[in-house]
């Protein structure tokens, strides 16, 4: 069934030669991706093609404008840089009508990039230099798109890193237990409710101007992040669905909920899991360098502050997809999204224990890379 209505979403699409694959790819929880290849005489073209998930995208067309957007926006900074603009930028080919996504009988949004090629996302950090790399490249993405003009952008998932929303939503899932699960995960449970004014941290200091609202990525997970295989440079960001204005220290934070760890997300094992210092200061080191002289005091002042919550949200997303029976995230296992929450919840236990050293090392890594503002910190 799948494989045919593959095939018949790639007739949609003008490519050129002989279809000789089409896998899935990747492991994104989101959208369902695959990699196709063609062969046109001796040469290969590869593309990703992905049904867009449009239960949580549910305004599929803004978000495709939105990525149409930002994508030629960064094509011509990167043009103006000389760059290689098929493989720092994501490019979108169009289905035959002329469309940068093609709607099929079901009403299933797909759409079709460029594969880049020679370059890896990973799902763990296996070499600090790689994560250092995609520090740099998601402080430049966001000094890319400074000057993006914003009120364009449609809000994609609303009040997506509003901490304090989805606080809420676990509230009301738990108070409705759909599949009864509640009663097993009591002290996750309470590790939440422990933490529900902190919630309201970063909402507060952006409703009251503390923080700027900039054009933010949103989801900057390792594997959200193209490492070329030959410089090992941080070549392209993707995953775009998530572009809308947001805060940079969400950005910050939600790297390193995911790079600077020493397990992976969904580590059974808790006696692997550890926030590691060294990869943040790594980090750190990296994002400030990439988004150059752009923050302000405040923002460098809550970049810790964005780490611990953004993993704490990551795990309460995680543990409210459990208790209402995983619809959100992708799982493969049973219990997947318990055990992501209780990897996400040990790094937040840990990072509150470290936030004085987390904030030293902001300190110090500015005053290296820059001077120091007075009163900082
Ligand atoms: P999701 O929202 O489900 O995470 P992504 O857009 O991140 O979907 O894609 C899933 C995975 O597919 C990525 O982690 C990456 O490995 C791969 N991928 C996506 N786009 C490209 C591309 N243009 N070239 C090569 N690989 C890609
Ligand atoms: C999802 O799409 P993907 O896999 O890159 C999620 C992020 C979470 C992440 C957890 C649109 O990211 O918010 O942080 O999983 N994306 C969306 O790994 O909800
Ligand atoms: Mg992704």
Redesign the pocket.
């Known amino acids: 069934m799948e494989t045919k209505k593959i095939e018949e979403v790639i007739e949609e699409f003008d490519f050129a030669g002989e279809l000789t694959e089409c896998i899935p790819y990747g492991n994104?929880?989101?959208n369902d991706t695959y990699r196709l290849t063609f062969r046109v005489g001796e040469k290969v073209n590869r593309y990703i093609l992905q049904r867009m998930n449009k239960s949580?995208f549910t305004d599929p067309v803004g978000l495709m404008e939105n990525i149409s957007g930002v994508t030629s926006w960064l094509k011509k900074k990167i043009l103006e840089n000389a760059g290689d603009v098929k493989r720092e930028t994501l490019t979108l080919v169009n289905d035959k009508e002329g469309s940068s996504y093609y709607v099929d009988k079901e009403g299933e949004y797909w759409r079709v990039y460029l594969f880049i090629e020679g370059a890896t996302c990973y799902d763990q950090v296996k070499n600090e230099d790689d994560f250092y790399q995609s520090a740099v490249a998601f402080g430049n993405f966001q000094r890319l798109l400074a000057d993006y003009p914003a009120e364009t952008l449609h809000e994609t998932?609303m009040n997506f890193h509003n901490t304090v929303d989805s606080f809420q939503k676990f509230q009301k899932a738990l108070s409705q237990d759909v599949c009864g699960r509640a009663k097993s995960v009591q002290e996750e449970i309470r590790f939440a409710m422990d933490r529900e004014e902190l919630c309201h941290t970063l909402v507060d200091m952006q409703e009251d101007g503390q923080l700027p609202l900039r054009v933010t990525h949103n989801?900057t997970?390792l594997n959200?992040i193209m490492i070329d295989d030959k410089t090992g440079k941080g070549i392209c960001v993707i995953?775009l669905?998530?572009v809308m204005p947001g805060l940079s220290v969400n950005d910050f934070g939600?790297s390193i909920r995911?790079g600077a760890t020493t397990a992976a997300?969904d580590e059974r094992n808790l006696d692997k899991v550890s926030f590691d210092l060294h990869l943040y200061e790594t980090y750190v080191k990296g994002f400030i360098e990439g988004c150059g002289k752009a923050l302000t005091d405040m923002e460098l002042e809550m970049l810790p502050m964005g780490a611990v919550l953004m993993t704490f949200e990551?795990g309460v997303r995680f543990l409210t997809d459990y208790l209402e029976g995983d619809h959100y995230?992708k799982v493969h296992r049973e219990g997947h999204n318990l055990d992501r929450c209780r990897t996400q919840f040990k790094l937040v236990k840990e990072m509150e224990e470290k936030l004085s050293e987390m904030k030293a090392i902001v300190q110090t890594t500015w005053g290296m890379t820059f001077v120091l503002p007075s009163g900082f910190i």
Request: one cysteine or more; hydrophobic letters at 30%.
């Open positions: 994104g929880h989101i949580i998932i989801d997970k959200n995953d669905d998530t939600d995911f997300e990551c995230f």
